[in-house]
T-cell receptor
């Protein structure tokens, strides 16, 4: 069975500080991992996906298969980064079916 | 495109009443998902459809919950009878897959349900 774990429900940092939102997964196959973000009063939306190896809004995430992790990082947090972040996984055999973690609420203080 | 459209945005009802939530997916999308969001459990998949056919309803809590997709542009999630523990935000999402998993779901704004 697959599982996505986000160990921190709440995370607070000050503006300009580095931030790392943790995500671990369990899946025996080759998963595809994603980060979704929900800003206050906005829709849940895709932030980035590991296959793209992209940086979005200064955020990056590296898939570490050895540690089964997909942590989201940003070197200098901004106040507008405050949001709920969800890590999600797609199994190769289940097209389009996302398994979400429970989410981490990030607050960036001025 | 206005994106995924859900109604109502807010619903307050009394225990025992029937609740119907509605969703219009993005035109051309062939997958539709219903999720429930709570503080305790985060985002839970309730059911999803492919080309209007239910594929996996294992997340539906119990028989009080039912979902239909009579056509490609409309889906409903019904709770009958409703209970206070059903209070949550219910999200509808749609996606288009062209031969492989993309992982990008397009979410509606959600329907916030409060059962008194």
């Amino acid at each position: 069975a697959q599982r996505v774990t986000q160990p921190e429900k709440l995370l607070s940092v000050f503006k300009g500080a580095p931030v790392e939102l943790k995500c671990n997964y369990s899946y025996s196959g080759s998963p595809e991992l994603f980060w979704y973000v929900q800003y206050s009063r906005q829709r849940l939306q895709l932030l980035l996906r590991h296959i793209s190896r992209e940086s979005i809004k200064g955020f990056t995430a590296d898939l570490n298969k050895g540690e089964t992790s997909f942590h989201l990082k940003k070197p200098f947090a901004q106040e507008e980064d405050s949001a709920m972040y969800y890590c999600a996984l797609v199994r190769g055999s289940t097209l389009g079916r996302l398994y979400f973690g429970r989410g981490t609420q990030l607050t960036v203080w001025p | 495109d206005a994106g995924v459209i859900q109604s109502p945005r807010h619903e307050v009802t009394e225990m025992g009443q029937e609740v119907t939530l509605r969703c219009k997916p993005i035109s051309g999308h062939d997958y539709l998902f219903w999720y429930r969001q709570t503080m305790m459990r985060g985002l839970e998949l309730l059911i999803y459809f492919n080309n209007n056919v239910p594929i996996d309803d294992s997340g539906m809590p119990e028989d009080r919950f039912s979902a239909k997709m009579p056509n490609a542009s409309f889906s409903t999630l019904k709770i009958q009878p409703s209970e206070p523990r059903d209070s949550a935000v219910y999200f509808c999402a749609s996606s288009y897959l062209a031969g492989g998993p993309t992982g990008e779901l397009f979410f509606g704004e959600g329907s916030r349900l409060t059962v008194l």
